[in-house]
Nanobody, 125 residues
């Protein structure tokens, strides 16, 4: 069974940085489209960044230049480095994975089948 566990969330002042990590289990890491999504209270879920099996990445416009998605194959983790954080980045962040989204079909708008429990990120002014 595929399971995803996120960590690294917390509270930070605007302009600060956080690094989120996702540890997957139950599947071959390289076989899935993986990504980070977020949801703020009262708002729809938003795709933040994805990375496909071919290394292709996609980002939401709002985080371009500030967030970086990466895979650490040695430790089997998916990371999201978040710099220059803004109050509008405040949300619950989820790691997600999907087997069927291949190549260019792996993007921030792609439906994901597997989801982690989420980690809270709070950015104060």
């Amino acid at each position: 069974q595929v399971q995803l566990v996120e960590s690294g969330g917390g509270s930070v002042q605007a302009g600060g940085s956080l690094r989120l990590s996702c540890v997957p289990s139950g599947y071959t890491f390289s076989s899935y489209c993986m990504g980070w999504f977020r949801q703020a209270p009262g708002k729809e879920r938003e795709g933040v960044a994805t990375m496909g099996t071919d290394g292709r990445t996609t980002y939401a416009h709002s985080v371009r230049g500030r967030f970086t998605i990466s895979k650490d194959n040695a430790y089997n983790t998916l990371d999201l480095q978040m710099n220059s954080l803004k109050p509008e980045d405040t949300a619950m962040y989820y790691c997600a994975a999907d087997l069927l989204a291949r190549g260019r079909d792996c993007h921030i708008g792609a439906p994901m089948f597997y989801w982690g429990q989420g980690t809270q990120v709070t950015v104060s002014s």
